[in-house]
């Protein structure tokens, strides 16, 4: 599977962006999907998670309530909306993929190492 990340841009504190990931191969739908973010100075974290049939999703309380993870498994496809927007949520995103039966239940993987493909990363920085 290989990633393609895109949609970061430059936005005032309050406003939205959508970023958008599209995938590439006939499995798509196999995958778990996760945003993940990684400001300057900082690891790499976890921000969002969507199962294969995008039935249920998972956020990190940073987001929760402000960003929204889809999924259009026609297109192959994983979006992230992101609302509200904060200085704080500066930082470069980052779209993975995880075999979906990795996710067994609950809540889903957030480690770095569980991901088995990234996209590039999109920058998105948040002005005050």
């Known amino acids: 599977v290989q990633l393609q990340a895109s949609g970061g841009g430059l936005v005032q504190a309050g406003g939205s962006l959508r970023l958008s990931c599209a995938a590439s191969?006939?499995?798509?739908?196999?995958?778990?999907m996760g945003w993940f973010r990684q400001a300057p100075g900082k690891e790499r974290e976890f921000v969002a998670a969507?199962?294969?049939?995008?039935?249920?999703?998972y956020y990190a309380d940073s987001v929760k309530g402000r960003f929204t993870i889809s999924r259009d498994n026609a297109k192959n496809t994983v979006d992230l909306q992101m609302n509200s927007l904060k200085p704080e949520d500066t930082a470069v995103y980052y779209c993975?993929?995880?075999?979906?039966?990795?996710?067994?239940?609950?809540?889903?993987?957030?480690?770095?190492?569980?991901?088995?493909?990234w996209g590039q990363g999109t920058q998105v920085t948040v002005s005050s």
């Open positions: 969507i199962r294969g049939s995008g039935f249920s999703t």
């Open positions: 191969g006939r499995t798509f739908s196999s995958y778990a």
């Open positions: 993975a993929a995880i075999l979906s039966h990795l996710w067994a239940a609950g809540t889903p993987p957030q480690n770095l190492q569980e991901y088995d493909y």
